[in-house]
DNA sequence: GTGAAAGCGCTAACAC
DNA sequence: GTGTTAGCGCTTTCAC
């Protein structure tokens, strides 16, 4: 290979390959049939563009086409279990279809969410996955101006499709099957808690209306309102809030739901401590997966969430060329319950 | 906001502006000072791009300049703690350039990791981190032809500078913290025990050499061969190889290192079981951090990698403009000991 | 202080 | 079957 210190373009090969620009594009961007190139032709081009270590621009190509041959992905965070399961997943279906998945974070910065996703539209991207915006539909409007494909995952939009875990649904089953295991103990009243989450989340005010639909299922009664800590998603608010509900009630609450690994974490540091009788009589539950609290010396039934689940369903919707409905789709989450 | 169908051009903005286009590239990318444009012209731009909703091409841009204003980052997988900190901790040092800093997974496949490099370097990103690659140098020959800043991370290579945990440093670290919590009895032979990794695997050999040097330091001898278990990067793994561990000992050996919290769920799953006075006289330690691991009934000793340490030492090289040198800078990951 | 014009490397008519 | 040519939208001399 040549190594000349400018890089190689179509006219280069073209020149070497004793061939045209247009030749030399149709070979070597796969367009082969359209014009109906000679074997010997495209050999010698090949060889040529070989011999030269030719790359394509895709900026120019780009440019030229309104494509990128690059498919986006914007997530508020990578370090979090389920974010980064749905960026795998992502990566695994754009491999199927021949496009570079790229995956950014916007730690739920506003601003920063639109600056990025103004930028990747002004690379051409060939689609937008939309996770967890902090406002899904100002991105949608950014990607609908922009005629680019998009679609809202795991927060729903009004301004596009949605494709999101059924989170009522899996806190529903989690919180009815942990009524269930707790028995008749955990109908007196103040026995069942919910801990984690934010209250403008979305996803939170789902779980948590689940958790107190089935309240009143299991027990005809919503759950005591001093057992709802929806003080956030961090290990410290878990703790605070477990300490204040063991205080309060002098033992485990009958039910307990936790929001998330992450406030589990806390909840865990207190629960740690207790000797292991102390579980009897009592059913706790995580919404979210992690595959050490399989196995703690305590049983804690979990909703995992189905990343792959999700963005299947979304290739899906835009295989189906679903440019402009703006339906949410839901899927349901995995129980794993103990 | 006029909502003409086709996208505007900087030509656009120029005739509503009634300027000419090079007056309102200039204004519009800042390149203000260089060419000193009234205040009254500028404020027409502004105006006029505003009012005709104007976003820049930045292919077309790119295509022109050679630049792309986006960084990448290509790491094994996003689905892993320390790979997906890394992610995080690039997204971190982006934003404070001003870059897009858009990471792709590759799955440990060699041909789906060179593809994607030259995608992204024919779309002209502005640097490359490699993280994990399977063919580091590889990658770093094709960055070099394309004349792109690069640098390993993670794990090193001969062709670039790389930014690597000091695997060694901190295995030797932790083991001898082992051996001392564990005592005299863990001098005698066949008490010390290593489970996980791959031997190919470079990081795994950096650990195996410090916990075995660390043996011979604290006990005068080498460690038996039949506690060595490297037998890969997954739980059942690690069941398996503490499984035989238990039954060839009768107990639980007094130094025990478990090469990642991915073989650690497995030898959890073992020791879980076991009654809390098994563990008096043994010392447990794990290479990587879980936060779950903190706080389990017995204790834990690990060894967490400084992803945000790691990311800043390799941007600092960069802004160094260590262009051509090789060398390996190694980054002590953090001990947490109990 | 501002404008005209020549590309960057590629694609896609359209000609032959 | 292959070549010519006109842009895609921007940056950047260079001229005025």
């Known amino acids: 290979m040549l190594q000349n210190k400018r890089k190689a373009t179509i006219y280069d090969v073209a020149e070497r390959a004793a061939a045209s620009a247009s030749t030399v594009a149709a070979v070597l961007n796969g367009s082969w049939e359209k014009r109906r190139i000679a074997a010997a032709t495209a050999e010698r081009v090949l060889k040529a563009a070989h011999e030269l270590g030719y790359r394509m621009n895709r900026q120019a190509s780009g440019l030229r086409t309104s494509r990128s041959g690059m498919i ?3 997530i508020p965070l990578h370090d979090n279990r389920y974010f980064s399961s749905l960026s795998q997943s992502f990566e695994l279906f754009a491999r199927e279809r021949k496009l570079c998945p790229v995956v950014v974070s916007t730690l739920r910065d506003p601003a920063e969410e639109q600056r990025t996703v103004e930028t990747l539209i002004s690379h051409n991207m060939d689609l937008l996955l939309i996770a967890g915006a902090t406002d899904p ?9 922009a005629d680019i494909p998009h679609l809202n995952i795991d927060l729903p939009g009004s301004a596009a499709p949605s494709v999101i875990s059924d989170n009522y649904w899996g806190a529903h089953a989690l919180a009815m099957h942990l009524f269930g295991k707790a028995g ?42 001093a057992m709802i800590h929806v003080t956030g998603y961090d290990p410290e608010a878990g703790e605070t809030a477990m300490r204040m509900i063991l205080k309060r ?34 059913a706790i539950g995580c919404y979210d997966f992690d595959p050490f609290l399989e196995h703690l010396q305590f049983p804690v039934s979990m909703v995992r969430q189905d990343a792959q689940g999700i963005v ?18 839901m899927v349901k989450p995995k129980l794993v319950l103990v």
């Open 72 to 74: 986006a992905m914007i």
């Open 137 to 145: 539909d100002a991105v949608a409007a950014l990607c609908t101006a």
């Open 184 to 225: 008749s103990a955990a109908k007196e009243p103040g026995q069942a808690a919910f801990i984690g989450g934010l209250p403008s989340d979305f996803n939170t005010q789902e779980r948590l209306r689940a958790f107190i639909e089935a309240s009143q299922a299991a027990t005809g009664d919503e759950p005591d309102s």
């Open 249 to 282: 009630l002098g033992r485990l609450p009958r039910v307990l739901l936790v929001n998330s690994t992450i406030a589990f974490e806390g909840v865990f540091r207190c629960l740690q401590s207790l000797p292991l009788s102390a579980f009897d009589g009592s």
């Open 312 to 329: 299947a369903k979304a290739f899906e919707l835009l295989d189906e060329g679903v440019g402009d409905s703006t339906g949410i789709t």
